[in-house]
């Protein structure tokens, strides 16, 4: 959920995306997946895959293997989009990104701090 300042690129499905978040949760990928959509992005989502685990042990002799289980469904996803010149931490401050209303999305807008992004809450514009 951070604005990272780091441009990260990789491969979504075997799709090259730039990483907009890694590790989030269905709700947030629902989300991010909408309001990125909305100002025309095409959104990548992958399931986060699961942490590698240890080998099963050898069966001793006369001894049927272990049975091997599927690995758990993804719990948290990556989202990434095709364009690679996309950059979150850019987006959101250069007041490039748009809500439904047509509102420009503040930074507590994208961490879902609050409902709604508000017109002139942009602290660092000096106000007349």
């Known amino acids: ?3 990272n300042s780091t441009h ?11 990483i907009v978040e890694k590790n989030v949760s269905p709700e947030r990928v629902e989300f991010l997946k909408a309001l990125l959509e909305l100002n025309g992005y095409t959104v990548v989502v992958a ?21 091997v289980e599927p690995p758990p469904a993804p719990t948290t996803f990556t989202v990434g989009v095709t364009d690679v010149t996309f950059s979150p931490m850019n987006a959101v401050f250069n007041r490039e990104l748009k809500d439904s209303a047509g509102t420009i ?19 660092w514009f000096h106000k007349k």
């Open 105 to 123: 999305v503040t930074a507590a807008y994208w961490r879902q701090e609050e409902a709604d992004p508000k017109k002139d809450d942009w602290y």
């Open 8 to 18: 990260t690129f990789e491969e979504v499905d075997g799709i090259k995306c730039s």
């Open 47 to 67: 399931g986060t895959p699961p942490p590698k685990a240890k080998p099963a042990p050898a069966p001793k002799e006369g001894e049927a293997p272990a049975p």
């Open 1 to 3: 959920m951070a604005l």
